[in-house]
C-alpha cells in the first residue's frame, strides 16, 4: 500500500531523526515533514514504532494516510521551479 505521512513535531532533533527514519524506509519526501510511498503494513506499523519511540513524551502530531492505487493515479501534481539567473 502508498502511504502519506505527515507530521508535526517541534523539537528541531526529533524531527530531523524521523526524517531519516522515513528516508532509511524508501520513503519520498514531498514536502518538508511529509513524505509519500509504498511500505507493507508491517513495515509502516515498524516505522511508527521507532518514530514513537523516538518522540517518547515530547509534543507531536503524525498522520498516516494510506492511498489505494486508483487515487494515487488520479492524484494531480504541480512543480514549479525558482528561476535561475
Do not use: H
Not at 4 to 30: E, H, M, N, Q, S
Not at 63 to 76: F, G, H
Amino acid at each position: 500500500m502508498r502511504y502519506l505521512l505527515i507530521y508535526d513535531i517541534p523539537d528541531d532533533r526529533i524531527r530531523t531523526k524521523v526524517a531519516d527514519f522515513c528516508l532509511d524506509y524508501g520513503l519520498d519526501r514531498v514536502q518538508y515533514s511529509a513524505f509519500v510511498g509504498q511500505l507493507s503494513r508491517n513495515l509502516m506499523d515498524e516505522l511508527l514504532q521507532k518514530v514513537r519511540r523516538k518522540i517518547g513524551k515530547q509534543p507531536a502530531k503524525i498522520l498516516v494516510i494510506p492511498i489505494p492505487a486508483q487515487a494515487w493515479k488520479e492524484r494531480v501534481e504541480w512543480v514549479q521551479e525558482a528561476e535561475t539567473p
